[in-house]
């Protein structure tokens, strides 16, 4: 028998590999399921949990955290499985929620996670992008310079949006929101723009149109859509615009200009305000959460212009909002029109009155957009805008049967012309340059001879005529007048 001094050559080995062997523990906080519902689901025995953190459910669910309390943490679902009930164990996955990124997602369609929702294969995407990223500083930011081409004549002319801007399109439901915005990603065709449409929380029928359009236009090409849709998890609705704008983050940080369209963020503050109110978060105006501002301003910051040195690429952002009765004094609308640097606002009334796109340019602005617009526009439009402003109070005022002077009346028909004139059928965004055409031949006086319909009746011929002379905003103004002088004659 061996003694302990004397041990065998075995136990030798042994008590060396024992000495030689770190005891590592590992601990593992694990979570237990209290209880699920409603896209929720309550957690006790997660101490270290903090707010936003990815949490991995044993059946394969997944979560994020959204509520801490003293005994139990709150998380929204943005994978629930069948299997997933009190009782089922949960860990901390220790990443951040990202999204997969790049020229892959060009032409699909995908949840707010990446999967895709067309059918066809997973992206093949190198990159990630964090969902939540904090928004570029100012060091890294130019100023708003170039424009972005709507289409839309009103937009164009008198409400000029720049790239980088955040321009907030506002009206009550059935107004011609989603029309506008959609005529926008349509005409980017032709201008080099990335574009991103976001919905959230609207019915598989209006998903199913909006993507007919997109493909119907061609725009699909250089679009990706990111889905919420109305009976997704709430989480997944919650995600969407982060998403969206995770999505151009990528293509703006590598030169790209790029446009996303939030339809709608007030139903991401309905979903926000239903998730919180689930998971006990105290309530304040309107019974949103008191952080509801800062989500969307840190949404919308994310959009800009980079500096040259810093990518030089650009966000444009057009997040639409409702109103109900027109009331733009309501929480969630006076948010966003705070943020954004500019609004669209659309008209019910205008709308039933047979003007459409419905924008009540008086109560329309934008903040930025001027600068960028071309300056052969801009000084056709200022005239242009004036006389319609006044149009409109001279309208009101010859209501009252009041006899006008003969200056009075001229102003009066011509203003009549420019209403007909500014009607534009959704879904037939036009170049600029019929812009700059229109605007010099309303200034010029050459519809004043025309009704309204026969001014109206010319704006086709005038749009062909357009594009098959070639002209460019650069040439004089006398070329322009000589050439439209010729075609509205004719
Ligand atoms: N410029 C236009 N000319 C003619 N019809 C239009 C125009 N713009 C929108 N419409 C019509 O008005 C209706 C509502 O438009 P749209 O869906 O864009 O509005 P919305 O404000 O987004 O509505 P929702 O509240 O359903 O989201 C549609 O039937 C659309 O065809
Ligand atoms: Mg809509």
Redesign the pocket.
């Known amino acids: 028998m061996a003694t302990p001094d004397s041990p065998t050559p075995l136990i030798g080995s042994l008590q060396k590999r024992l000495q030689q062997y770190a005891l590592q523990p590992r601990l593992v906080e694990q979570g237990t399921v209290l209880s699920v519902g409603d896209g929720i689901a309550w957690i006790a025995g997660l101490p270290s949990a903090a707010m936003d953190d990815l949490l991995e459910f044993e059946d394969g669910s997944e979560g994020m955290v959204f509520a801490l309390d003293q005994t139990r943490v709150g998380a929204i679902l943005l994978r629930e499985t069948e299997r997933l009930t009190a009782g089922t164990v949960v860990h901390r996955a220790g990443r951040i929620l990202s999204i997969p990124v790049g020229d892959a997602l060009l032409g699909r369609v995908v949840d707010p996670l990446g999967n895709p929702l067309d059918g066809l294969e997973t992206p093949a995407c190198a990159a990630r992008q964090p969902l939540d990223a904090p928004s570029p500083p100012i060091i890294e930011r130019d100023f708003v310079q170039t424009p972005l081409y709507t289409g839309v004549k009103i937009i164009d002319t008198m409400i000029p949006i720049g790239r980088g801007q955040r321009q907030l399109i506002i ?1 009550d ?7 506008l915005a959609l005529d926008t990603v349509i005409h980017q065709r032709a201008q080099n723009v990335y574009c991103i449409y976001v919905l959230i929380g609207q019915k598989r029928s209006s998903v199913v149109a909006t993507l007919e359009t997109l493909r119907r236009y061609g725009a699909m090409e250089y679009t990706t859509v990111v889905v919420g849709e109305a009976f997704a998890l709430p989480g997944l609705k919650y995600l969407a615009p982060l998403a969206g704008c995770a999505i151009a983050e990528h293509w703006m940080r590598r030169g790209r200009d790029t446009l996303v369209v939030y339809d709608d963020l007030s139903t991401h503050a309905y979903t926000y305000r239903e998730l919180s109110l689930l998971l006990r978060r105290p309530p304040g105006r309107e019974a949103y959460p008191g952080d509801i501002f800062y989500l969307h301003s840190r949404l919308l910051e994310r959009s800009t212009r980079l500096a040259a040195d810093h990518g030089g690429g650009s966000m444009t952002a057009l997040p639409i909002v ?1 109103t109900k009765q027109g009331e733009i004094a309501a929480y969630i609308p006076t948010n966003l029109i705070s943020i954004t640097d500019g609004q669209i606002y659309l008209d019910q009334h205008l709308f039933a009155a047979g003007f ?2 419905a924008i009540d340019i008086g109560r329309s602005v934008s903040r930025i957009g001027g600068k960028a617009q071309h300056p052969r526009v801009k000084e056709e439009a200022g005239q242009m805008k004036l006389d319609y402003l006044q149009f409109l109070e001279l309208e009101v005022f010859t209501r009252f049967g009041a006899k006008l002077e003969e200056t009075m009346a001229r102003k009066l028909s011509r203003g009549r012309i420019l209403r007909e004139i500014l009607k ?3 879904l037939h965004p036009l170049p600029i340059e019929f812009h700059l055409a229109w605007l010099i031949a309303f200034n010029e006086g050459l519809f004043d001879g025309f009704s309204p319909q026969q001014a109206a009746a010319r704006l086709p011929l005038l749009e062909e005529r357009v594009q098959t002379a070639g002209l460019r905003l650069e040439d004089p103004r006398e070329v322009w007048v000589r050439h439209l002088q010729d075609w509205l004659q004719t």
């Open positions: 009206g439901e059935g107004t011609g929101r989603s029309s409702e459409r796109p534009q059928d959704r």
